[in-house]
């Protein structure tokens, strides 16, 4: 049966796997220092799965990709250094090499949920209101339930470990820019990676924050 599937469904079950045991190994304290280290991996695994999914590798799109890449990565790195835009927070060491105190791989998460933010709701309408102003409020809502796994398993930490308000008004800012710009670009983007990468971090980390926090 495993034979009929194509190289792309395959993919999707394999980066479901990979959910489902990072979910697993990271809720189990005794398997969690083998199975966080694996967490820029799996960043790489979503990104890989999502474009070769969406077969879209014009170079218009992927000069989108980079531009999202690089907005992001600016954003969060002014936010490190400043502490201005976020509040004041540090990366721990987890996502791996650091460029101005941002690991240079946090691009990598904010480009795949821009993406697949844009296509959920993209699946449903072209008007261009929705699609600049429903995907932000994914993301920042998605990122509400984040924050306090990763100040759990040491991604990063905030100052007194309070996460303030403004981090939440910096998330649904910076995305309502970056999907303006998705926007402008006007990709169409496969809808079912889309689907599936949002839910897959969704359930990963609501489960986590059920059973860490």
Do not use: C
């Amino acid at each position: 049966m495993i034979k009929n599937i194509n190289i792309e469904n395959r993919l999707v079950l394999l980066l479901l796997l990979f959910y489902f045991f990072g979910t697993l190994g990271i809720a189990i304290e005794e398997f969690r220092n083998f199975f966080l280290p694996l967490t820029p991996l799996n960043l790489l695994l979503t990104l890989f799965v999502f474009f070769i999914v969406n077969k879209d590798f014009s170079k218009r799109f992927l000069f989108l990709a980079l531009l999202i890449l690089l907005i992001s990565f600016s954003v969060e790195a002014v936010g490190v250094v400043t502490g201005v835009l976020f509040g004041s927070y540090s990366y721990g060491n987890i996502f791996g090499f650091k460029l101005f105190e941002t690991p240079v791989i946090i691009g990598v998460n904010w480009l795949f949920l821009a993406l697949s933010t844009f296509g959920i709701v993209q699946y449903f309408t072209n008007k261009w209101f929705w699609l600049i102003f429903i995907p932000p409020i994914l993301m920042t809502g998605l990122d509400f339930i984040v924050e306090p796994v990763a100040m759990k398993l040491g991604f990063w930490s905030w100052e007194n470990d309070v996460i303030p308000l403004q981090n939440y008004l910096m998330w649904f800012l910076t995305s309502i820019f970056i999907h303006g710009l998705i926007y402008s670009f006007k990709p169409k983007i496969n809808a079912k990676i889309s689907f599936i990468v949002f839910i897959a971090q969704l359930i990963f980390f609501s489960v986590l924050n059920i059973i860490l926090t």
